[in-house]
């Protein structure tokens, strides 16, 4: 093969991102599906796109659609689905104040927040036709309306009668909030899909703050969220437009649409990322096979792009090793060494006998397994049931009941130097980011009376995370002890 060839081949989706500039600068937008598998360059896409929309790379219709953003003060809204995906896609776009990019919980809360009426009329609104739906099925049942039955309708009603005597509601996208008013992570989405289908005026706020919204990891998207922009894009009255991006083979919740691609409206472009530049050529060919094959219990649709890897990765050796669910932790466990052994004699490599291999777990209980903590996750797991099932947010972080010692007191021990002194300042900042400053008193006296308490109390707390020996009640004690500080 020629290098000229080679070069071709490897730039295939070379027109993708003019492709996709064109259906966003159209006279007339066009809302898009963009098919992007693994390792297909779907993040380096998405950035291209964006540094050509708002003037960054030059660009004739990009710019002046960055004109006129700023003429009329509007952005591009991107949505993805962790924090971390975020952080990758702010990290390479850079500093950019055309662009708005976010999980889909402070996207949501941000378009709703301080709508405390509106918000109360969905809650209720969505709990009575839960609490309709479930007296339909009780009474389609034989038995009718059991005492249990009956408990949970109670508990639905009383649900809906403290959302009526609620005036403020609170939400936090990366933490649980407590308290009167406080939301839940699933409230904040089933609200805002809500609110977007049955409000206009959310309607008109929403697309005069960002005519254009692009989703990343759109197979992962609640299903009544992404269902509402989608229809919102549909009226073509509210001058919205609407990128989806994703493989429906790669859904990782179940909060999203199984078989994304089939909902595409008739009249959306559907781009394709045929790339996948991350993997041997033999690795990508086992990949379009099992995608091609007819295989019982598959769970997302096999219908998809065919990859094709880069001309240079010509190598690439695939062994797979099928296990059986059915068997116990500690069956699992030694049928993995026995794959690391058999791995050592086909490799020649050592790594593989001493361990030194990483190892993917997909879910936590399998992870609590291979680190030998099993004990303790189950400890976590009857202090809150849903621990171990992956939150709405995908960023699982455990236990609300030990998000104190995970997340606040982990951040406070990280201002502790090698010598045990504090960084006040850094201290400062932590007590500042998770509220704890916001009610200092104003009287002198009693503002330096406080400041006082929590300083001891840090004291406390650095002397037991000094000592090698201290538990976890050692360390929470000074915390519990101050109520200035917890």
């Known amino acids: 093969m020629s290098v000229v060839s080679a070069v071709a081949d490897n730039n295939r989706d070379a027109g993708v991102v003019e492709e996709i500039c064109g259906y966003l600068t159209e006279e007339t937008p066009r809302s898009y599906f963009l098919f992007a598998g693994a390792g297909s360059g779907k993040t380096r896409t998405l950035v291209e796109v964006l540094r050509r929309m708002t003037g960054v790379l030059e660009h004739e219709n990009g710019n002046r659609f960055a004109r006129s953003l700023r003429m009329y003060g509007r952005s591009i809204r991107v949505i993805t689905y962790t924090k971390n995906a975020v952080s990758v896609i702010k990290g390479r776009l850079g500093n950019n104040d055309l662009v708005v990019v976010s999980t889909i919980h402070a996207f949501c809360w941000e378009l709703i927040s301080g709508f405390n009426d509106d918000i109360r009329t969905a809650l209720i609104a969505l709990e009575e036709a839960r609490l309709e739906k479930k007296m339909a099925e009780a009474l389609a049942k034989p038995r009718g309306i059991t005492a249990a039955k009956q408990r949970d309708l109670d508990e639905i009603k009383k649900g809906i009668e403290g959302f009526r005597e609620t005036n403020v509601f609170i939400y936090h996208p990366d933490r649980e909030t407590y308290g009167p008013g406080a939301l839940a992570h699933k409230h904040v989405l089933d609200v805002t899909a809500w609110l977007l289908k049955n409000v206009p005026t959310l309607q008109t706020i929403l697309k005069d703050r960002h005519p254009v919204i692009l989703i990343d990891e759109s197979q992962d998207t609640m299903k009544g969220m992404l269902d509402a922009l989608m229809n919102l894009a549909e009226l073509r009255s ?183 002194n504090v960084d006040e300042f850094k201290a400062t900042e932590v007590f500042r980011r998770y509220g704890l400053l916001d009610d200092m008193p104003v009287d002198m006296t009693a503002r330096e009376c406080r400041a006082n308490e929590m300083l001891q109390a840090i004291e406390c707390f650095v002397a037991a995370c000094k000592n090698s020996i201290s538990t976890v009640g050692d360390v929470l004690e000074p915390v519990f002890e101050s109520p200035r500080v917890s």
């Open 238 to 420: 509210t001058n919205l437009t609407l990128g989806l991006l994703g493989d429906h083979r790669q859904r990782i919740y179940t909060d999203g649409h199984s078989d994304l691609p089939s909902l595409v409206p008739p009249g959306w472009a559907t781009p394709e990322l045929q790339m996948n530049h991350r993997s041997q050529r033999r690795i990508v060919t086992l990949i379009n096979r099992i995608w091609e094959a007819k295989l019982e219990g598959r769970t997302q649709p096999a219908k998809g792009v065919e990859q094709c890897s880069r001309t240079e990765k010509t190598g690439g050796v695939v062994r797979l090793y099928v296990g059986d669910t059915k068997l116990t932790s500690e069956e699992k466990v030694h049928g993995e060494r026995w794959c690391s052994d058999q791995m050592r004699k086909a490799s020649d490599a050592a790594a593989w006998g001493k361990g030194e291999y990483q190892l993917l777990a997909l879910e936590h209980k399998l992870v609590a397994t291979r680190g030998s903590f099993l004990d303790a996750f189950g400890a976590m797991i009857l202090l809150d049931p849903n621990a171990a099932a992956p939150t709405g947010s995908g960023d699982n972080r455990g236990p609300a009941a030990v998000q104190v010692l995970l997340n606040e007191l982990a951040q406070l021990e990280a201002c502790i130097s090698a010598d045990g």
